[in-house]
């Protein structure tokens, strides 16, 4: 019961802030985006060093392996990963007319939810590689600690459903169908997560290179994306506090349980 809890909270995370559709107004207000945003940032640069990064480090030390060797190749195939999917797969972020990946003809609300979709990615292998270390019960990586980082993501994932839900409804859609199309694009969290919980006994060997593997990812899509749309235009600086706040707290909730 513990396991599929902590693999669902992120979607909750997710499903919650698409529900704010029903409840604000047309459009969100750009100083709040702007925050959230940051403080998506913030919440998804700590859990990449604290709850993904450290504990590769660590168990890389363990298994008598240089410590550095899986955290820089695990993380640098994160990123290249993230860089890929992110030519091919057709997408349109916030606040850009302009659609990245491959052409298709897809309309414009798909390639939206393509986007946030594919910041959900790195998040639920991030979330399934500490779960998976945590059931093996040898990769120094406790239940508590694996759900702290899904804590920590749900939080994250809240602002991310209420910003692909809102703009969605700006564009006509209804709030029910803006609902669920924010929703959609968090399932690919758990459904992550549960493949790589399948693949547990194959994972711990090489647990080093996948918790870093994450880490790169989740760090390309804050650098590639989180971090620009939050800069854009005004209030900027609201951006930067949301950073500080949401690495804050994602700190203190993996010291604090892990």
């Known amino acids: 019961m513990e396991l599929e809890l902590g693999l669902l909270i992120p979607f909750l995370g997710t499903s919650f802030g698409a529900a704010m559709v029903f409840?604000?107004?047309n459009k969100m207000n750009q100083k709040l985006e702007k925050l959230l945003l940051g403080f998506a940032s913030g919440v998804m640069i700590a859990a990449s060093i604290w709850s993904?990064?450290?504990p590769s480090l660590d168990m890389?030390?363990?298994q008598n392996i240089t410590e550095w060797v899986p955290a820089t190749v695990g993380f640098l195939l994160g990123i290249v990963f993230l860089l890929v999917l992110d030519r091919i797969i057709p997408h349109l972020h916030l606040n850009s007319n302009k659609p990245e990946g491959l052409k298709a003809k897809l309309e414009k609300t798909t390639m939206m939810v393509l986007a946030v979709t594919l910041h959900n990615i790195p998040e639920g292998m991030a979330v399934g590689v500490t779960f998976a270390g945590a059931l093996a019960g040898n990769a120094g990586i406790t239940?508590?600690?694996?759900f702290a980082l899904a804590i920590g993501i749900a939080i994250q994932n809240f602002p991310e459903g209420a910003i692909i839900s809102m703009p969605l409804?700006?564009?006509?859609?209804?709030?029910?169908?803006?609902?669920?199309?924010?929703?959609?694009?968090g399932i690919v969290e758990p459904i992550g997560a549960i493949i790589t919980i399948m693949l547990t006994n194959m994972v711990v060997p090489i647990l080093p290179y996948l918790l870093s593997f994450a880490a790169g990812a989740m760090i390309y899509v804050v650098v590639e994306e989180l971090i620009p749309e939050s800069h854009e235009g005004r209030h900027s600086d609201l951006s930067t506090i949301g950073v500080a706040i949401g690495f804050v707290i994602m700190m203190i909730l993996d010291v604090a349980l892990g």
């Open 23 to 25: 409840f604000m107004k």
């Open 52 to 54: 993904l990064l450290v």
């Open 60 to 62: 890389a030390k363990e």
């Open 143 to 146: 239940l508590a600690g694996a």
């Open 169 to 185: 409804k700006a564009e006509g859609v209804s709030r029910s169908k803006a609902f669920f199309y924010g929703t959609l694009s």
